[in-house]
Nanobody
Framework: QVQLVESGGGLVQAGDSLRLSCAAS????????MGWFRQAPGKEREFVAA????????YYADSVKGRFTISRDNSKYTLSLQMNSLKPEDTAAYYC?????????????????????WGQGTQVTVSS
């Protein structure tokens, strides 16, 4: 089982950039799909981005496509999310998670139910 710790959140203005990091421990990190999700108060957890085990394949929610970039460094057990052109609607707690079944990739990895090992989250607040 992978243990995950997110960091890098903060308070920024609309149009700014922020880079989130997720530190992982556990052997399965480097062989699993990894994902970023977010959850705003009163809303369900929402898919943001996912990346295959090697980093060769990425998948994004339409709302962040072209602004956010997911990446990973398996040698450092680190997952990242570069967020550019931030908008107030990006305000949420951001979470990283690993594929529950240790798959290397699969089509449309967007369901939170397919993930496990959730971290504690890091808060991103974007002011207008």
């Amino acid at each position: 089982q992978v243990q995950l710790v997110e960091s890098g959140g903060g308070l920024v203005q609309a149009g700014d950039s922020l880079r989130l990091s997720c530190a992982a421990s556990g052997r399965t990190f480097s062989t699993s799909v990894m994902g970023w999700f977010r959850q705003a108060p009163g809303k369900e957890r929402e898919f943001v981005a996912a990346i295959s085990w090697s980093g060769a394949i990425t998948y994004y929610a339409d709302s962040v496509k072209g602004r956010f970039t997911i990446s990973r460094d398996n040698s450092k057990y680190t997952l990242s999310l570069q967020m550019n052109s931030l908008k107030p609607e990006d305000t949420a707690a951001y979470y990283c998670a690993a594929d529950r079944y240790n798959r290397r990739w699969y089509e449309r990895p967007v369901s939170a139910y397919e993930y496990a090992g959730w971290g504690q989250g890091t808060q991103v607040t974007v002011s207008s």
